[in-house]
């Protein structure tokens, strides 16, 4: 399946600009005492202290369904209903949302760590039993029992690194599920507590 060519928006770098140091309130150092250089383990370790969303992204590879578990998905404009995520290019799943114009996204619940295990897993049978879907609209893998989910029509994939951004327009899909979100915090699912 070809999909229609989406435009791909390079990233412009621009230098670091300086920063002032912050100062100190009484009897306490500054922030900067204790901060560390960039590089991918500071931004490893910040992002373990943020809690997200737990989605599954399916798509349709010339008749058969892929997915995996992303929690790097955002809504981005309302107007037109835009969300993105992130996909690395060594995913096994990239060649079939590089060539997708359509897309499924799926918001789990608590109940479902199992299924984001398995769809986080290399390797695995991420649509044999006991998974359950369906072909839903455009031919997109819909999952069953989610919190909510969505059809997308793919607008752009923008590189980041050997990563893509990918911006997608929620084109039809269902909000009505039940039960309460599943979370990603320090490298776990967790269920959300009161």
Do not use: K
């Not at 369904?65 to 992303?70: E, K, L, N």
């Amino acid at each position: 399946m070809t999909a229609p060519t989406v435009p791909t928006v390079p990233i412009v770098s621009t230098a670091p600009s300086p920063r002032s140091p912050l100062s100190p309130r009484s009897g306490a150092g500054t922030a900067t005492d204790t901060a560390r250089t960039g590089s991918p383990e500071l931004l490893r370790s910040v992002f373990r202290q943020h809690a997200a969303g737990v989605a599954v992204i399916t798509a349709e590879d010339g008749g058969r369904p892929v997915g995996f578990t992303a929690t790097s998905l955002n809504s981005v404009s309302a107007d037109p209903p835009l969300l993105s995520f992130a996909i690395s290019t060594g995913a096994s799943s990239w060649p079939a949302l590089r060539d997708s114009e359509y897309l499924g996204v799926h918001i789990l619940g608590e109940h479902q760590r199992e299924l984001a295990g398995l769809f986080a897993r290399s390797g695995a049978d991420r649509f044999g039993p006991p998974t359950g879907w369906a072909a839903g609209p455009h031919g997109v893998p819909v999952l069953d029992g989610v919190l909510a989910w969505l059809v997308c029509r793919v607008v752009a994939r923008v590189p980041a690194g050997e990563h893509r951004v990918i911006i997608a327009e929620a084109v039809v899909g269902d909000p009505a599920g039940e039960g309460r979100p599943l979370l990603y915090h320090q490298g776990r699912f967790n269920a959300l507590r009161d």
